[in-house]
Nanobody, 121 residues
Framework: QVQLVESGGGLVQPGGSLRLSCAAS????????MGWFRQAPGKQREWVAT???????NYVDSVKGRFTISRDNAKNTVSLQMNSLRPEDTAVYYC???????????????WGQGTQVTVSS
């Protein structure tokens, strides 16, 4: 069974930094992309960043220059370094992976359970 386990959320003051990490495991044969979404209270889930197997990472405009996504393809992990955090970055952050299992012939998205990030003074 596929599991994506996130860590690194917490409370930070505006202007501070946090690093989120996510590890995928459980019968995974291949991953084409890993990334992050977030959901603030009362809002829809929003895409934040993606790191694919090839090409440059992509970011939503509101985090460009502040967030950096990185992947370790060999370990099936992805991290999100978040700097210059703002109150509007407060949300539950979800890791995802577009993965194919050994028991499957197609790729599907898999999600972590979410980790809370709160930016407040």
């Amino acid at each position: 069974q596929v599991q994506l386990v996130e860590s690194g959320g917490g409370l930070v003051q505006p202007g501070g930094s946090l690093r989120l990490s996510c590890a995928a495991s459980g019968g995974i044969a291949a991953i084409t992309a890993m990334g992050w979404f977030r959901q603030a209270p009362g809002k829809q889930r929003e895409w934040v960043a993606t790191a694919t197997n090839s090409g440059s990472p992509n970011y939503v405009d509101s985090v460009k220059g502040r967030f950096t996504i990185s992947r370790d393809n060999a370990k099936n992990t992805v991290s999100l370094q978040m700097n210059s955090l703002r109150p509007e970055d407060t949300a539950v952050y979800y890791c995802y992976a577009n993965a194919r299992l050994y028991s499957d012939n197609s790729y599907s998205p898999y999600w972590g359970q979410g980790t809370q990030v709160t930016v407040s003074s």
